[in-house]
């Protein structure tokens, strides 16, 4: 098993901040950067113009300063306005010029195209965006994506090792629910509950 750059992991969590608590996400994905990149990374310049959509926004810029390796803006603003163009109907993007037509910043093309396309349809830009920015992040890695709130919960879970509930493993048998092993250290190990009890009631009911 390939070990994941710490970048492209952190791409993927910060991403997840921003769709689902959003507040300290710069924190979190510097927690996930590699030591090395506030001294190897080269200068990475301020947008001129954004979407005014700040979980995409966000993330686009989280993606220019932290990836594992340096993606030209243009290739960054191309692929996503590619994977855009396959979230709406063909009839939305045909009078958008393309890439090569366009001499404005990366990001002043994009925005133009996207918003051509978005007046044409009458389309949720917002949907469409993450949409795909999370498409042509896992081309980046299969790894990484957007998450919103609930999915960001379940990571929160997951990662932490915090789970509810009295820590046993339990199956029903015999019309009754018989406990097949409580988990050590758990409140049901401290309550005294033994492989082979059956729960007659919980909470008195």
Not at 93 to 111: K, L, N, Q
Not at 140 to 168: H, Q, R, W, Y
Not at 181 to 198: N, V
């Amino acid at each position: 098993m390939r070990q994941l750059p710490k970048t492209i992991i952190g791409v993927a969590i910060y991403a997840a901040v921003l769709l689902g608590v959003s507040g300290n996400a710069r924190e979190a994905v510097h927690a996930y950067s590699s030591p090395s990149d506030s001294t190897e990374r080269e200068f990475t310049r301020p947008l001129r113009r954004l979407t005014g959509i700040a979980p995409f926004d966000e993330a686009v810029a989280l993606l220019r300063e932290h990836y594992v390796h340096k993606i030209p803006d243009r290739e960054i603003f191309k692929a996503i306005l590619d994977t855009f163009t396959m979230c709406v109907l063909p009839t939305c993007t045909e009078e958008v010029g393309t890439f090569a037509e366009c001499r404005d910043e990366p990001e002043t093309c994009f925005v133009k195209a996207v918003s051509a396309a978005a007046e044409v349809c009458k389309i949720d830009m917002e949907r469409n965006l993450l949409k795909a920015l999370d498409l042509y992040l896992q081309e980046l890695d299969p790894n990484s994506c957007l998450m919103d709130a609930g999915m960001l919960k379940e990571l929160k879970i997951g990662t932490s090792g915090k789970f509810g509930g009295v820590g046993m493993v339990v199956t029903p048998k015999g019309g009754d629910y018989v406990v097949i092993s409580p988990f050590e250290g758990s409140p049901a190990h401290k309550a005294g509950i033994k492989a082979g009890d059956i729960i007659l009631e919980i909470d008195g009911g």
